[in-house]
T-cell receptor
Framework: QQQVKQSPQSLIVQKGGISIINCAYE??????FPWYQQFPGKGPALLIA?????SEKKEGRFTISFNKSAKQFSLHIMDSQPGDSATYFC?????????????FGKGTKLSVKP | DAGVTQSPTHLIKTRGQQVTLRCSPK?????VSWYQQALGQGPQFIFQ???????QRGNFPDRFSGHQFPNYSSELNVNALLLGDSALYLC????????????FGPGTRLTVT
C-alpha cells in the first residue's frame, strides 16, 4: 500500500521563481520528515529534514513546511536556479521499530528554465 | 572526508546467477542500509545492518541477504537473479543513534539479462 503520495510528478519553473513540492502521508506514526535531491546517475542527497514538533524549517533557499493535522509536508525552493534541476523525494520515517526504514515517495522531477 | 562508496559501479548478470555488491560507509558511521531503486521510482528499503546484525528488513524475498563486517562495511547478496532485479542498488550509512539520518552512495547499476 502506498503510504506516501508526492505531487506534482513533474514541475517546470522559471529561474528566480518558487518551486513547491508536496508530500501527503497516510500513516500518522511518522516522526522524521526529510527531503532528498537526486541528480541523474547519482545517489539521493539529504537536503533538509524536519521533526513533527516544528512547523517550519529554513536552510538557505530551502524551506520545509509541516502541517501535522493535514498530514502533509512540503518543500519550497526560493529563487530557483537551473542547478536545482533534479528529482526530489520526500522520505518520511515511521516511528517505533522502524528506526531505519525511510519510505520514499515516487519523486518530483524539477526543471528550472534559464 | 570520504563519503559513502560503492562497488562496482555497473554490473551485468544473467538470470539465475548470483551477485554481490559492496559498500563502505561514511567515516564515523556504523549503520548501513540498502535500497533498491527501479527506473523512475523512489528507493525501496531492503534492510539495515548495525553491529554486524540485520536490524530491520523491508518487504524483499530471502534471495536478498546481507552482511556487515567489523569495520562497518557491508555486502548485499542477491541469489537466483530475476529480470525484475534490474535496478540501481543504493547503500546509505548513518550513525547508530540516528539511523534515519541517512547519507547515500552513488549506487551500483545492476542489469539482469
Amino acid at each position: 500500500q502506498q503510504q506516501v503520495k508526492q505531487s506534482p510528478q513533474s514541475l517546470i519553473v522559471q529561474k528566480g521563481g518558487i518551486s513547491i513540492i508536496n508530500c501527503a502521508y497516510e500513516n500518522t506514526a511518522f516522526d522524521y520528515f526529510p527531503w532528498y535531491q537526486q541528480f541523474p546517475g547519482k545517489g539521493p542527497a539529504l537536503l533538509i529534514a524536519i521533526r513533527p514538533d516544528v512547523s517550519e524549517k529554513k536552510e538557505g533557499r530551502f524551506t520545509i513546511s509541516f502541517n501535522k493535522s493535514a498530514k502533509q509536508f512540503s518543500l519550497h525552493i526560493m529563487d530557483s536556479q537551473p542547478g536545482d534541476s533534479a528529482t526530489y523525494f520526500c522520505a518520511p520515517k515511521a516511528t517505533g521499530g522502524s528506526q531505519g526504514n525511510l519510505i520514499f515517495g515516487k519523486g518530483t522531477k524539477l526543471s528550472v528554465k534559464p | 572526508d570520504a563519503g559513502v562508496t560503492q562497488s562496482p559501479t555497473h554490473l551485468i548478470k544473467t538470470r539465475g546467477q548470483q551477485v554481490t555488491l559492496r559498500c563502505s560507509p561514511k567515516s564515523g558511521h556504523d549503520t548501513v542500509s540498502w535500497y533498491q531503486q527501479a527506473l523512475g521510482q523512489g528507493p525501496q528499503f531492503i534492510f539495515q545492518y548495525y553491529e554486524e546484525e540485520e536490524r530491520q528488513r523491508g518487504n524483499f524475498p530471502d534471495r536478498f541477504s546481507g552482511h556487515q563486517f567489523p569495520n562497518y562495511s557491508s555486502e548485499l547478496n542477491v541469489n537466483a537473479l530475476l529480470l525484475g532485479d534490474s535496478a540501481l542498488y543504493l547503500c546509505a550509512s548513518s550513525f547508530g543513534t540516528k539511523p534515519y539520518e541517512q547519507y547515500f552512495g552513488p549506487g551500483t547499476r545492476l542489469t539482469v539479462t
